[in-house]
C-alpha cells in the first residue's frame, strides 16, 4: 500500500518518499514540540516549499500536524518578509532582458550598415582602375552620400548598444542591491540566504 501511494500516480513527492524512508514507514508518533526532531521536520517542509513541492506531507496517521502548523506560519513569515525584494529583482530582470535585445538589435543593424559601406568602398575601388562603361558622375555622389550614410547609422547604432549595455547595467545593479537587501532580512530572521527569494534568485 505505502507503496502505492508514494510512487503511483498521484502518488507523493520525492520529499515523501525521503520522509518515509527516515522514519521507516509513515510517522506514527508526533514529535515533541521544541524537540529536536520537530525542528528537523519544520526545516525539512520549509526546505520542501522553497523547492515548489508545495503540498503538506503525506501523513495518515496525523503525527505531523503541528510541524506542518509551524513550518506553515514560519514560512509565510519568510516568504512575505522578502515579497519587495523578489518584485525588485523580477523588474530588474525584465528591464535587463529588454535592454540586451536592444543592444542586440542595435548592433545587428550596426553590422549590416558596416556590410553596406563595405560594398560602397568596394565598388568605388573597382571604378577608381576601371573607365570602361563608368557610371556618371551623379552615381558617384550619391554613393559617396550613402557611404557618408552607411557610417553615420552604424555609429548611431552603436552608441544605442552603448546606453542599451549601461541601462542593463544598472538593471542588474539594482538586482544586486535588492539581493543583498533580502539576506539582510534572512540573516535578522535567522533563515537561509535566497531561500525566500525563491524564483527570483535565478536571476541574480
Known sequence: MAGDVLLGSGGGSANDVATFLRYGGFPKQAPAPDSLEFRTEVEALKIAWANCDSANPIDYNRALTGPVVQAFGEWEA?????????????????????????????????????WLADQILYWQKYWSTNTTGKPAPAVFTKAAADLTAARNAAAAQVTIADKAAAAAKTASDKAAAAQTSAWAVADAAKTPRGRGLLYAQQSV
Open 78 to 114: 519568510e516568504y512575505s518578509g522578502q515579497a519587495k525584494q523578489r518584485t525588485d529583482i523580477m523588474a530588474a530582470e525584465l528591464e535587463a532582458a529588454k535592454q540586451t535585445r536592444v543592444g542586440t538589435e542595435a548592433m545587428i543593424e550596426a553590422i549590416r550598415q558596416a
